[in-house]
């Protein structure tokens, strides 16, 4: 059991790290790129990249079928709601915030989980210890928006909404994950990049129209984003939830903040204030406390 305990933690690490990165290669990104068309290159790379991937291991898909309670149905509307919605809110939120603070907006997507799964997941109820956190968190959400949106900044607090609501979405996919039919990891990341990549597409020809040449350095960084946060992370992340549920794989997030920050600070000379800061320690200690396992009592002998 503790070797399959620990081969949970790296995939849980692994998932930090490539995730966490993301949010400052957006920036570089949508620098480029319109953001609707960030949104959905990357998905088109990543369905290509978990493609080429489910070839190489003879995995094959379900039979496309409209029921509704079928796995094409179940991946299709995370396809939507996991990928397509929140990285376009992302990337336009991405062409106003500084990747940091991004990354700490999407560090209250676990408490939205935790909340979530009360209603929605029969062994992943709501206790007084998650309950505390889900207050700390939004404590955190509040004290990083509150002084943007009386600041009179209209955009930057637009961006901040956009950026919370993904978060949401992201809590929302956790959920609809766990419940989707069971398929194999890669095939059930394949299914919900491919439809993702679909409805990004129509997004953005509805929205922005066909997109211009991009310069090389944003086309390389979008492509890089679709093979390893896109695509390989997806695998990860529904072979983590079919292990450990949707509350422990929401761990990854309570990470992403600190990575996201070492990253923007070090790497793109970005220097977030101090209520920031603030917000980071409050939200991490409401994760904290939403995703902790309470110790069993110890059995008399």
Known sequence: MQSRARVDWVVLGVLVIIWGSAFAGLKIAVGGIHPFWVSAIRLWVAAITLWILSAMRGEQMPRLSLDRQGAWAAYALLGLVGFAAPFFMFSVAATRLPSALNAICNGGSPVFTVVMAHFFLQDEKLTPRRALGVVLGFAGLLALVWPRLTSGAALEAGALGLAIGAAVFYAASNILARMAP?????????????????????????????????PLTPLVVTVLLGIFPSGLGTVGWVWLIQRRGAVFTSMTVYLLPIWALVLGMGLMHEQPGLSAFAALALILAGVGLTTARARKPAQAA
């Open 182 to 214: 069971q398929v194999s990891s890669l095939t059930g990341g394949l299914m919900m990049c491919l439809t993702g990549a679909v409805f990004a597409t129509v997004g953005a020809l509805a929205l922005e129209g066909p997109p211009a040449m991009p």
